[in-house]
């Protein structure tokens, strides 16, 4: 099974070597696509995530007993070309940058690999060229 995963955990935990545990513990094998600590010292962590089934569900009640909030990202987005105008606007919405414009001829790329499915691009779209899929 492979997924995406978005981690909030409060400043109590951000010490925990949390990724490692997942890997050794879970036999789980990550991508961290984001990372950050805010100025409460609350932590953000989004990853691809690759393991059986099984192992993530108890990678998830070892998250939910340390105090981690944690989410399986379960969609994606769709562009239609033929409505999309090459504005940009989606671009500055996605905060892991799997959207953006091409240089060359200011085509819009997607990178579903990085996609976290937080659908706000969705809502920036003067055109309505962006839809989402729920798996
Ligand atoms: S849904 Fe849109 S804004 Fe969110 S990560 Fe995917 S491409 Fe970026
Ligand atoms: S906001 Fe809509 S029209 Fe503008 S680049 Fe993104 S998909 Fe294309």
Do not use: Q
């Not at 094998?29 to 805010?38: P, V």
């Not at 240089?103 to 790329?109: H, Q, V």
């Amino acid at each position: 099974m492979r997924t995406k995963m978005i981690l909030k955990f409060p400043k109590a935990v951000t010490n925990e070597p949390i990724t490692y545990e997942l890997i050794k513990k879970y036999d789980l094998r990550i991508n961290i696509l984001k990372a950050d600590i805010n100025f409460k010292l609350e932590g953000h962590l989004i990853f691809d995530v690759d393991g059986n089934s099984k192992d993530i569900a108890g990678a998830l009640e070892y998250l939910e007993n340390l105090g981690v909030e944690a989410d399986l990202i379960t969609s994606t987005i769709n562009i239609d070309s033929n409505k999309c105008v090459s504005c940009g606007l989606c671009t500055s919405a996605c905060a892991v940058k799997a959207l953006h414009l091409n240089r060359e001829d200011w085509s819009l790329n997607y990178t579903e690999l990085k996609c976290v499915g937080c659908n706000l691009c969705i809502s920036t779209c003067p055109t309505r060229a962006i839809t989402n899929t729920v798996w």
